[in-house]
């Protein structure tokens, strides 16, 4: 039986981005996983440590278009652009 290896296709110094990356690789039916974010998010100060997301080799080049289409915080929050902001507004 042939395993087939993990590749890292990007790497964040925020866990925050690398879940919004695993999200949309996810959202492109690419499986991935992130490592080292219970070391990043913890004790240690924010940027301290480098976050991965690794997809299988064989899926490498189509999570990079996915990645490079967008960065991980462009376009999650479009619906809210033409929305105003309501803080503070009596409802």
Request: aromatic share 6%.
């Amino acid at each position: 039986m042939s395993r087939e290896r993990l590749v890292t296709a990007a790497q964040y110094t925020e866990p925050m981005e690398a879940e919004l990356a695993r999200i949309a690789l996810e959202e492109a039916g690419i499986r991935c996983v992130i490592l080292g974010e219970p070391v990043a998010g913890g004790l240690y100060p924010t940027g301290a440590f480098t976050v991965c997301v690794q997809v299988l080799e064989t899926d490498a080049e189509r999570a990079a278009a996915v990645l490079n289409e967008r960065t991980p915080l462009d376009g999650w929050f479009e619906d809210d652009a033409d929305r105003q902001d309501t803080v503070g507004e009596v409802l």
